[in-house]
């Protein structure tokens, strides 16, 4: 019995020592191809996450080796029952060098940036017990790659595909009001008795693959109230997908979402003329007055075929994580190689006075150079680069003299020689000798010392906790409307807590703001 009972007692040990998944017994991972856990668990795990990482319940750690080294780690969570807390440890094990983040149930993906160490341990807790499935993979060299220019000559179409015109200086367009087409001036009738309104807009790219991507909409509110696309989402005219229409204030946005995923507009390569793309919206007139009656159009190319020159990450993704070490591949999109055309109902001329291709940022000796490319311009007046703090609240950097008028590709560039810390936004405005002016999408550029945060317990229902990597951030609360919403704060060291008392169940952002510059927001889930 004795020697029965000592046997059962070793096999119960051994067996629990097996599943104390921790710093003496991590699971082994080698990057890469990636690697797909299924039905893996933290029940029968042992708390021991060095602080200040850890979230009290059961962990499991993962060893991942990349013999190559790594700049980042990516983390594919899937079908995870319960909300949990991603850790990746860098150096030794237990080192208490990590970066953390929270996560609700469900599927996750998560970047991690690191220091092209051969030897990473990623904690995966929770405070109860769960499954999920993982995968990890990450990036693990370069490979310079050529891509030769195959965007072809995509434009606004001025022959004879709209009849009949709109006006006769821009003959890439048609508006019609409850079914009949109109000239400018337009007459819309009976005033303020809601109608539709369609805008037809001409494209064509005879020699290559670029297509329209995005189109946008600016109505001037004298003119039109209670404007409504009509429908919000409808089918792509020449790719398979969907047009996604989405409001922001007197703007409407329409987005192509390709079935393929891959980034494509709605246009197949194939060279064409007359791609015709018909957008409606139900409105009340308010005017009949050219001024008051202007819509601004904006159409985004989805860049494809651009040129690219460049070292590209190698590596590999984790399942669910598509795309994730951010390459173009031969042929694909280019970030800020779009092509972007506008006009309005009531401006002079044609479209706007330029065709931006590029427009991007990069840190160069902690100063940020800001570059943009124009492959022709029409009575252009100047450039104006402004610069924000949050994306929100702009102030002018520089203003650049433009050409006028020429039909070649310029390349412009200026230096930031003042970033702010952590994070700055830049945008690039252009304007014409008549005073109409553009803005480009604007581009984001980290500098300075890293912002690690972390906020736990996401859903959280009584208190929310701030972990910070110093002691001078200060925290903003908004609901969904983006109002602030004030919460009692304790703070202990580098750690805030928030008294969630007063709030009601929903979603919130919390706003960091790092050193009196950086902004950096992420979203909070209530639960009572």
Same mark, same amino acid.
């Given at each position: 019995?004795?020697?029965?009972?000592?046997?059962?007692?070793?096999?119960?040990?051994?067996?629990?020592?097996?599943?104390?998944?921790?710093?003496?017994?991590?699971?082994?991972?080698?990057?890469?191809?990636?690697?797909?856990?299924?039905?893996?668990?933290?029940?029968?795990?042992?708390?021991?996450?060095?602080?200040?990482?850890?979230?009290?319940?059961?962990?499991?750690?993962?060893?991942?080796?990349?013999?190559?080294?790594?700049?980042?780690?990516?983390?594919?969570?899937?079908?995870?029952?319960?909300?949990?807390?991603?850790?990746? @440890?860098?150096?030794?094990?237990? $080192?208490?060098?990590?970066?953390?983040?929270?996560?609700?149930?469900?599927?996750?993906?998560?970047?991690?940036?690191?220091?092209?160490?051969?030897?990473?341990?990623?904690?995966?807790?929770?405070?109860?017990?769960?499954?999920?499935?993982?995968?990890?993979?990450?990036?693990?060299?370069?490979?310079?790659?050529?891509?030769?220019?195959?965007?072809?000559?995509?434009?606004?179409?001025?022959?004879?595909?709209a009849v009949p015109v709109f006006n006769p200086s821009k003959p890439f367009f048609q508006v019609a009001y409850n079914g009949v087409y109109k000239t400018l001036p337009m007459t819309l009738s009976p005033l303020f008795v809601a109608g539709t309104l369609c805008v037809t807009t001409y494209f064509k790219n005879t020699t290559g693959v670029e297509g329209i991507k995005q189109f946008e909409f600016d109505f001037n509110p004298a003119g039109f109230a209670s404007v409504t696309p009509l429908p919000a989402t409808f089918p792509g005219?020449?790719?398979?997908?969907?047009?996604?229409?989405?409001?922001?204030?007197?703007?409407?946005?329409?987005?192509? !979402?390709?079935?393929?995923?891959?980034?494509?507009?709605?246009?197949?390569?194939?060279?064409?003329?007359?791609?015709?793309?018909?957008?409606?919206?139900?409105?009340?007139?308010?005017?009949?007055?050219?001024?008051?009656?202007n819509v601004n159009v904006t159409a985004t190319s989805d860049g494809f075929g651009s040129q690219y020159n460049a070292a590209v990450n190698m590596g590999c993704c984790p399942v669910g994580f598509l795309n994730c070490l951010n390459n173009s591949g031969a042929g694909g999109p280019v970030a800020g190689?779009?092509?972007?055309?506008?006009?309005?109902?009531?401006?002079?001329?044609? !479209?706007?006075?330029?065709?931006?291709?590029?427009?991007?940022?990069?840190?160069?000796?902690?100063?940020?150079?800001?570059?943009?490319?124009?492959?022709?311009?029409?009575?252009?007046?100047?450039?104006?680069?402004?610069?924000?703090?949050?994306?929100?609240?702009?102030?002018?950097?520089?203003?650049?003299?433009?050409?006028?008028?020429?039909?070649?590709?310029?390349?412009?560039?200026?230096?930031?020689?003042?970033?702010?810390?952590?994070?700055?936004?830049?945008?690039?405005?252009?304007?014409?000798?008549?005073?109409?002016?553009?803005?480009?999408?604007?581009?984001?550029?980290?500098?300075?010392?890293?912002?690690?945060?972390?906020?736990?317990?996401?859903?959280?229902? @009584?208190?929310?906790?701030?972990?910070?990597?110093?002691?001078? $951030?200060?925290?903003?609360?908004?609901?969904?409307?983006?109002?602030?919403?004030?919460?009692?704060?304790?703070?202990?060291?580098?750690?805030?807590?928030?008294?969630?008392?007063?709030?009601?169940?929903?979603?919130?952002?919390?706003?960091?703001?790092?050193?009196?510059?950086?902004?950096?927001?992420?979203?909070?889930?209530?639960?009572?």
């Amino acid at each position: 019995m004795k020697l029965a009972l000592c046997l059962f007692s070793l096999l119960l040990s051994i067996a629990t020592s097996s599943a104390q998944t921790n710093c003496s017994n991590p699971k082994v991972i080698n990057l890469c191809p990636a690697v797909h856990l299924i039905g893996e668990t933290n029940a029968g795990m042992i708390d021991d996450v060095t602080m200040p990482c850890n979230l009290p319940g059961e962990d499991v750690l993962y060893q991942i080796n990349a013999p190559n080294g790594a700049g980042h780690i990516y983390v594919s969570i899937l079908n995870a029952t319960g909300d949990l807390e991603c850790t990746l @440890e860098q150096g030794s094990c237990g $080192s208490g060098n990590c970066s953390a983040q929270f996560l609700v149930a469900g599927s996750s993906n998560i970047n991690f940036t690191v220091a092209n160490a051969t030897q990473y341990f990623l904690w995966i807790n929770a405070a109860t017990s769960i499954t999920y499935d993982i995968s990890i993979g990450g990036d693990t060299g370069t490979a310079i790659i050529n891509v030769p220019n195959t965007k072809g000559n995509l434009q606004l179409d001025s022959s004879v595909c709209a009849v009949p015109v709109f006006n006769p200086s821009k003959p890439f367009f048609q508006v019609a009001y409850n079914g009949v087409y109109k000239t400018l001036p337009m007459t819309l009738s009976p005033l303020f008795v809601a109608g539709t309104l369609c805008v037809t807009t001409y494209f064509k790219n005879t020699t290559g693959v670029e297509g329209i991507k995005q189109f946008e909409f600016d109505f001037n509110p004298a003119g039109f109230a209670s404007v409504t696309p009509l429908p919000a989402t409808f089918p792509g005219f020449y790719n398979a997908g969907n047009w996604q229409a989405t409001q922001n204030g007197t703007k409407w946005k329409f987005v192509f !979402a390709d079935a393929a995923n891959v980034g494509r507009g709605d246009f197949t390569g194939l060279p064409n003329t007359c791609l015709r793309y018909v957008f409606c919206f139900t409105v009340t007139p308010l005017s009949n007055l050219p001024s008051q009656t202007n819509v601004n159009v904006t159409a985004t190319s989805d860049g494809f075929g651009s040129q690219y020159n460049a070292a590209v990450n190698m590596g590999c993704c984790p399942v669910g994580f598509l795309n994730c070490l951010n390459n173009s591949g031969a042929g694909g999109p280019v970030a800020g190689a779009a092509s972007a055309f506008g006009f309005g109902f009531d401006d002079p001329g044609g !479209a706007l006075p330029i065709v931006l291709t590029y427009f991007d940022a990069e840190v160069v000796s902690n100063k940020v150079l800001i570059k943009w490319v124009v492959n022709s311009q029409t009575n252009n007046d100047y450039f104006t680069i402004e610069k924000s703090k949050d994306n929100r609240e702009w102030r002018q950097l520089e203003i650049i003299d433009g050409a006028g008028t020429v039909n070649v590709p310029i390349t412009y560039q200026i230096k930031d020689n003042n970033p702010f810390n952590n994070v700055s936004y830049y945008r690039l405005k252009q304007t014409d000798f008549n005073g109409d002016f553009a803005y480009s999408p604007s581009v984001k550029i980290f500098i300075g010392e890293e912002d690690r945060w972390v906020v736990y317990p996401n859903p959280a229902s @009584e208190y929310l906790y701030v972990l910070a990597n110093d002691y001078s $951030s200060t925290y903003h609360f908004y609901n969904v409307s983006g109002t602030e919403v004030q919460l009692k704060q304790t703070v202990t060291g580098n750690v805030v807590k928030f008294d969630l008392a007063d709030l009601r169940s929903g979603f919130y952002f919390i706003e960091r703001r790092y050193k009196g510059e950086g902004v950096s927001r992420t979203k909070v889930i209530v639960r009572r």
